[in-house]
């Protein structure tokens, strides 16, 4: 399986800041690599699929880059509704595999 | 509106079994894939299984293979998962995903809140 690792495990952050959240893959996964927002007891929310494709809905304020096998999410400025966990998930192979997230906290 | 909402969890002992169950609705069920997503206590999240819209194609993570059966019933618009000899290790919220497309592998882009599973004597 692909191993996907995501970095900071947690970052502090306040209102307003820039936030960037970098995933790696274990080998290449293309751009088929997608981002998910989960907040506890919700359902996870997508916000990025292909590398750098913003769904449906989602505050423009989300984007992603890279390919190969380093991605980024970036929160060009922090809201209060952002405030959450961040995983990656590669969908190269059909044994999907997520990253083991990143908590946005408040600073 | 896509809704999905998953039912069937609870306690139950090691080596036990369990159905969950998730009820689709504002789609055309058929015409997409499905899958199962789990997050343990305090853990990520992991893909357990996956069933095309309508071609019948299984998939299954090594982790639950041979012990998990996934199937759909497009008449009723409901995803199931059999869980058999379960572990301690399968205790998690198990998620039901909708994907964007009927087969092939993608993003998940519309899930449950989900069920709960607790595997404990």
């Known amino acids: 399986d692909i191993q996907m690792t995501q970095s900071p495990s947690t970052l502090s952050a306040s209102v307003g800041d820039r936030v960037t959240i970098t995933c790696r893959a274990s080998q290449s996964t293309s751009t088929w690599l997608a981002w998910y927002q989960h907040k506890p007891g919700k359902a996870p929310k997508l916000l990025i699929y292909k590398a750098s494709n913003l769904e449906s809905g989602v505050p423009s304020r989300f984007s992603g880059s890279g390919s190969g096998t380093e991605f980024t999410l970036t929160i060009s400025s922090l809201q209060p509704d952002d405030f959450a966990t961040y995983y990656c998930q590669q969908y190269n192979t059909y044994s999907r595999t997520f990253g083991q997230g990143t908590k946005v906290e408040i600073k | 509106e896509v809704q999905l909402l998953e039912s069937g969890g609870g306690l139950v002992q090691p080596g036990g079994s369990l159905r969950l169950s998730c009820a689709a609705s504002g789609f055309t069920f058929s015409s997409y894939a499905m899958s199962w997503v789990r997050q343990a206590p305090g853990k990520g999240l992991e893909w357990v299984s996956g069933?095309?819209?309508?071609?019948?194609?299984?998939y299954y993570a090594d982790s639950v293979k041979g012990r998990f059966t996934i199937s759909r019933d497009n008449s009723k618009n409901t995803l199931y998962m059999q869980m058999n000899s379960l572990r301690a290790e399968d205790t998690a919220i198990y998620h039901c995903a909708k994907e964007p497309h009927d087969s092939g592998s993608f993003f998940f882009d519309h899930w449950g809140q989900g069920t709960l599973v607790t595997v404990a004597s």
């Open positions: 069933f095309s819209g309508n071609g019948g194609s299984t």
